[in-house]
């Protein structure tokens, strides 16, 4: 059977932006072929399972030109596949979408198409441009400012200036000083205001607000560098008193979340409402083990306390005892102590409330919460990460309670953004990177090698995280409590 193929505007950011009919389709994809400007946390979204072709497509340079791109989408198609076409802004609008279904069209190939939220509009609102106002202009007109290869613009700039509307030009940043020219050329005035915006809707967005006769060098002094779009019109006048975004008390830093990929989107949503480039990096996994025969084994004694020391514990927890042959009633009669409010919410979930917790989210007062609350003849069953570090055992091992340490999952060191996370250092555009585990520490640092550490503000949840952090090199601000709002909190102290 034939596949059908979806094209998806992906918007002009990331996944806030993205439509929900466009998350659906991807994450319902056999097959995704996307382009460059399609942010990580919404590549984030295919499925584990489904074919990935990345084409590429940049400004002047097309490393998979578009008949190739077109033959790809047919050839996955008739091979069976669900194939989404991703594509950054809106299919429709200068994303040669209806090339791709003209041709999908000409091959039998069924389509759909899922509009996404387009730059031409986005940008200007995130930087404080509304592109239509009543008191200033009653029209927008968006304009692609990218010429065919050795070709001169082909941009009606007479009947543009005409229209006294708000003009929007699209990929135009090398092309600014002509364009400048060509509407000071054909009589608009050399103060009209004008605007560049770089990454626009994203934590790192950069405008410059000029006039179109200043523009140009105002571009070229603040370093200014693509993906940008111009915007001109006297509603750029509106930048300063409407913008809402750079104000926000994280914009302009680059933030890297290392938390496995279960639970990154907390901490990510939270950094991201607070207006940061949130980069979504996760640096472990957590693979649950298949061997239950410890468990089986210790689950015929008689245990007092079952101790789980992470969210990622409480659901391995409960798919050990499903592959063992049990459920959750096998712990019956048992109380439950957890490490900190993270996985005491992941335990409520299976409607089991935890009976203790320590005032500190560690190892350590875990454990010497367990001492001074038990009496010396119970006996503890913890289910925990095969990594799982000392510092509770050694309190329990010193008040001679007796206890099992039974492996439930193993913590993976491992990322797909490798890459990137080498690249921004290399830049010095990354200022933070979170830290919710020795662990974390661990596997960013074997994601990216043996560099400079000291370049970035590690934030850390707890000690042993920062200890471990430290032991890199790296400079660590440390949470007052161990929860996601205080990781932050401490962020925003200064």
Request: charged content about 20%.
């Amino acid at each position: 059977m034939t596949g059908k193929v979806i094209l998806v505007g992906a918007g002009p950011g990331g996944r806030d932006l993205f439509t929900l009919r466009g998350a659906e389709a991807l994450q319902t994809a056999e097959a995704v072929v996307y382009d460059r400007l399609v942010s990580p946390d919404i590549l984030e979204l295919i499925p584990q399972t489904a074919e990935r072709v990345n084409v590429g497509k940049e400004n002047n340079h097309h490393p998979v030109p578009q008949d190739q791109i077109n033959e790809i989408l047919v050839r996955l198609a008739q091979e069976g596949k669900q194939t989404v076409r991703l594509k950054g802004g809106d299919c429709y609008l200068f994303g040669r979408g209806g090339e791709e279904c003209e041709y999908l069209l000409e091959h039998g190939i069924s389509f759909e198409v899922v509009p996404g939220v387009t730059s031409a509009l986005a940008v200007p609102a995130y930087a404080g441009i509304p592109v239509t106002h009543r008191d200033y202009c009653s029209s927008v007109h968006i304009v692609t400012a990218h010429a065919r290869a050795g070709k001169p613009l082909d941009i009606h700039f007479d009947a543009l200036v005409q229209t006294g509307g708000t003009l929007v030009f699209l990929m135009g940043l090398s092309a600014l000083s002509e364009v400048m020219q060509g509407l000071l050329s054909a009589g608009m005035s050399p103060d009209m205001p004008a605007a560049v915006i770089s990454n626009g809707a994203r934590g790192n967005q950069k405008k410059v607000i000029a006039t179109i006769s200043t523009l140009y060098d105002a571009v070229q002094a603040a370093g200014l560098k693509s993906p940008a779009l111009i915007v001109v019109g006297r509603v750029c006048e509106l930048h300063s008193a409407l913008d809402w975004f750079t104000p926000l008390p994280l914009h302009g830093k680059t933030i890297a979340v290392t938390r496995p990929k279960e639970r990154i989107g907390t901490l990510s949503k939270k950094l991201r409402a607070l207006g940061a480039n949130v980069i979504e990096c996760p640096c472990i996994e957590t693979q649950e083990s298949e061997d239950t025969a410890l468990l089986k084994y210790e689950l015929t004694d008689r245990w007092d306390w079952v101790v789980l020391t992470s969210p990622a514990g409480v659901s391995a927890m409960v798919h050990a005892l499903q592959r063992a042959g049990y459920d959750l009633r096998a712990l019956y009669g048992m109380q439950f102590a957890v490490i900190g409010p993270g996985t005491a919410q992941a335990l409520a979930a299976y409607g089991i409330e935890a009976d203790l917790m320590p005032d500190v989210y560690d190892g350590a007062h875990l454990g010497q919460a367990l001492v001074d609350t038990l009496d010396p003849k119970e006996r503890v069953l913890i289910l925990r990460s095969a990594q799982g570090g000392s510092e509770l055992t050694a309190k329990l091992r010193e008040a001679e309670i007796t206890f099992a340490d039974v492996a439930t999952y193993e913590t993976v060191y491992r990322t797909d953004q490798g890459d990137l996370l080498r690249t921004e250092l290399a830049n010095g555009t990354l200022d933070v990177v979170t830290f919710t585990s020795a662990s974390t520490v661990r596997g960013f640092v074997e994601a990216v090698g043996d560099l400079d550490f000291q370049a970035f503000t590690a934030l850390c949840i707890g000690q042993q995280t920062a200890a471990q952090a430290q032991s890199y090199g790296m400079q660590v601000k440390i949470a007052k409590t161990a929860t996601i709002d205080s990781m932050i909190a401490c962020l925003l102290e200064e």
